[in-house]
């Protein structure tokens, strides 16, 4: 019984990986229409839930105050997410863009002490650091690069995650053998 429960497991968590990889691939290939598309389903879920939540307080016996709050956090919370993602994402760029060129520059400072100290590896904290302010002037400039750099993340992710539940199913038949 519990090998049929792993089996079942292990074939569920690998639709669940191709489905992360085809959302990898629409990321990478449609960046702005995928998180379009994604904040417009999560915003609808929120708004269904706080729909869902005002209905069971408007007709419930007992008046709960938290089900009411819940509600409308549910439901602005639903509004804000699907018109309101691109706008966000974007202040999230800008965070992270300004983050990674705050420490290539903190990194670009360490590496003078670095040579004052004649360290051997001050040139490659030097390239480094440089790197790391060039990738936050990308990230700053090029929006699509980060939905990008996510879905090919999740692509590897999930492909990796396939390959380990397939050989996890492997070893249970060879062990049940």
């Keep these: 019984m519990f090998e049929k429960f792993l089996k079942r497991s292990n074939w569920t968590d690998i639709v669940i990986s191709i489905v992360f990889v085809l959302l990898g691939i629409l990321l990478v290939?449609?960046?702005?229409?995928?998180?379009?598309?994604?904040?417009?389903?999560?915003?609808?879920?929120?708004?269904?839930?706080?729909?869902?939540?005002?209905?069971?307080?408007?007709?419930?016996?007992?008046?709960?105050?938290?089900?009411?709050?819940?509600?409308?956090?549910?439901?602005?919370?639903?509004?804000i997410v699907m018109f309101g993602s691109i706008a966000i994402?974007?202040?999230?760029?800008?965070?992270?863009?300004?983050w990674i060129i705050a420490a290539g520059i903190m990194d670009l400072q360490t590496t003078l002490i670095w040579k004052e100290v004649k360290s051997p590896y001050w040139t490659l904290t030097l390239v480094?650091?440089?790197?790391?302010?060039?990738?936050?002037?990308?990230?700053?400039?090029?929006?699509?690069?980060?939905?990008?750099t996510i879905g090919i993340i999740?692509?590897?992710?999930?492909?990796?995650?396939?390959?380990?539940?397939?050989?996890?199913?492997?070893?249970?038949?060879?062990y049940n053998k």
Excluded: C, H, W
């Design 128 to 148: 480094l650091s440089m790197l790391m302010i060039i990738a936050g002037i990308v990230l700053l400039i090029n929006a699509e690069i980060l939905y990008t």
């Design 29 to 79: 290939v449609k960046p702005n229409e995928t998180i379009a598309a994604i904040s417009t389903l999560l915003g609808i879920l929120f708004i269904t839930i706080g729909v869902l939540k005002l209905i069971q307080y408007f007709t419930s016996d007992t008046k709960d105050d938290y089900l009411l709050t819940i509600a409308l956090i549910s439901v602005v919370f639903g509004v």
């Design 154 to 174: 999740t692509i590897v992710y999930a492909t990796l995650d396939i390959i380990d539940r397939i050989i996890f199913m492997k070893k249970i038949e060879n």
């Design 89 to 98: 994402l974007s202040l999230f760029r800008i965070i992270l863009g300004l």
